[in-house]
């Protein structure tokens, strides 16, 4: 596979998958890089969920690009990417609680 080995792929994936997970709740900035006008004091929830969801489909995207470059890609069915789904809304549970839980002074 070259300079990195199937589990430094794995590790490196989940901890994207962290990072990508919390991100709509850390900022107010559509996908950490655009801050349109009409958005100046917060981004609604639908939009944070919209973006969770595109982010959830990148890192879906990275991690057959990871499974292309290792060997064979398996084919997978609806609970593959329900489980994945799920697990990648769990692990945007600390941003949430961030974002609408603590209780800022």
Do not use: D, H
């Amino acid at each position: 596979m070259g300079a990195i080995n199937q589990t430094a792929a794995v590790w490196l994936l989940i901890l994207l998958a962290f990072v990508a997970a919390n991100l709509p709740f850390i900022n107010n900035r559509v996908f950490a890089v655009w801050q349109p006008k009409s958005l100046i004091s917060s981004k609604a929830f639908w939009l944070r969920a919209l973006e969770l969801f595109a982010l959830y489909l990148l890192i879906g995207a990275l991690g057959i690009a990871f499974e292309r470059w290792i060997g064979n890609v398996f084919a997978q069915r609806w609970e593959f990417y329900a489980i994945t789904f799920s697990l990648f809304v769990v692990m945007a549970f600390p941003g949430f609680v961030y974002r609408y839980l603590l209780r800022r002074a």
